[in-house]
């Protein structure tokens, strides 16, 4: 068993070395590495000994270790989601906004100062800096500035509309943005029902993965000499194939529930 472990370690570390000679040289910023590694480390390690104390197996503290490094990346994806879904949800309410201000008589220039006061927070300090940028550089460049730092296809489409203001006169600006407040709050709302959707999905993953590890605990712990064959070598190449099976199993099912479109 002991064997196993120690083959195990000397593999990945021949693989980083493999792979330190063939990657190409990049400037890193270690404190950057720093601060992806440490919230990795520290679950994989947490992941780790739990696995360990809880059944005693080279193999299953690995798995642990992996599922622990795997927490902190799943737990950033989610943020983002949810912060991609707050902009869009905003840029709709900031064309809603414009449109009436507009169609009241104010002057562009007037109506985005008025609207980034009071925008969502999911966009408010990216609006307040299109307006001050209008004011040194125009309203064209700034509207383009401000679009890609939302990287957002709605941005986009308001940053276009703005640009081109001038152009377009009140009347069609005024239209042009009920037409994009209206396609995005739709957009918005069917985003919304997706991912309660591929969030049900996911928890039926995470169960479905969860049960057969969970009643192989509730076996050691009720009778450990059940699982005694599991301690020699074959039992713990048995087991990581058993957990490979089930770890590809749930990848499976979340790709299934995943979203088309990373960007929407």
């Not at 590495?33 to 809880?54: E, Q």
């Not at 902190?72 to 989610?78: A, K, T, Y």
């Amino acid at each position: 068993m002991d064997a196993l472990l120690v083959s195990s370690i000397f593999g990945l570390g021949l693989l980083c070395i493999f792979d330190a000679l063939v990657r190409p040289v990049v400037r890193a910023d270690p404190t950057a590495w720093l601060r992806r590694a440490g919230p990795r480390s520290l679950a994989a390690s947490f992941g780790a000994a739990v696995a360990y104390a809880g059944t005693g197996w080279q193999i299953a503290a690995l798995a642990g270790g992996a599922v622990g490094a795997a927490v902190p990346g799943m737990l950033r994806r989610s943020r983002e989601e949810r912060a991609r879904l707050a902009r869009r949800e905003a840029i709709a309410e900031v064309c809603s906004r414009l449109r009436d201000a507009i169609r009241s008589g104010i002057g562009i220039a007037d109506a985005l100062a008025h609207v980034a006061e009071t925008a969502p927070p999911a966009i408010r300090s990216d609006l307040r800096r299109l307006v001050s940028e209008a004011r040194v550089s125009g309203l064209p460049k700034a509207a383009h500035a401000f679009a890609d730092r939302l990287f957002d296809p709605c941005a986009d489409l308001l940053s276009s509309a703005l640009g081109t203001s001038e152009r377009l006169g009140s009347r069609n600006l005024s239209e042009a943005l009920d037409a994009l407040a209206e396609s995005t709050t739709a957009q918005a709302a069917a985003i919304r029902e997706a991912r309660a959707r591929q969030t049900r999905n996911r928890v039926s993953a995470r169960i479905v993965a969860a049960v057969p590890i969970l009643l192989l605990l509730a076996i050691r712990r009720a009778n450990p000499a059940y699982l005694a064959p599991f301690q020699t070598v074959s039992g713990q190449a048995i087991l990581a194939f058993a957990l490979a099976l089930i770890w590809a199993g749930y990848v499976v099912m979340r790709r299934a529930a995943r979203i088309e479109g990373g960007t929407w």
